[in-house]
């Protein structure tokens, strides 16, 4: 079994600054992809920004120049730097991760999901 917990989430202004984080943890032997999604209320879940298998990064178009994405391999954790936030990036965050555990195949994990909200 594998446990993605995030942590970082919060209330900022506008204009203002969150890191969030994602720690993976069970019985890992390897994780692939690893990134962050997003769900606004009324709102389909949506990539933010990713690690791809292939050690490349994906960024959703709302967010180039504002966020950036971190990985620590060793830890198996995930960071999201956001920066000049807007009220529209309020959401509730998610950690994915891909992960190969013992005896088992690849498989998708989230995390609960942490709460951001931006006010203008």
């Known amino acids: 079994q594998v446990q993605l917990m995030e942590s970082g989430g919060g209330l900022v202004q506008a204009g203002g600054s969150l890191r969030l984080s994602c720690a993976a943890s069970?019985?890992?032997?390897?994780?692939?992809?690893m990134g962050w999604y997003r769900q606004a209320p009324g709102k389909q879940r949506e990539l933010v920004a990713a690690f791809t298998s292939g050690g490349t990064t994906n960024f959703a178009d709302f967010v180039k120049g504002r966020f950036t994405i971190s990985r620590d391999y060793v830890k198996n954790m995930v960071h999201l730097q956001m920066n000049s936030l807007k009220p529209e990036d309020t959401a509730v965050y998610y950690c994915?991760?891909?992960?190969?555990?013992?005896?088992?195949?690849?498989?998708?994990?989230w995390g609960q999901g942490t709460q951001v909200t931006v006010s203008s």
């Open positions: 994915k991760a891909t992960v190969a555990t013992l005896g088992s195949p690849r498989l998708d994990y």
């Open positions: 069970g019985s890992i032997v390897s994780i692939n992809a």
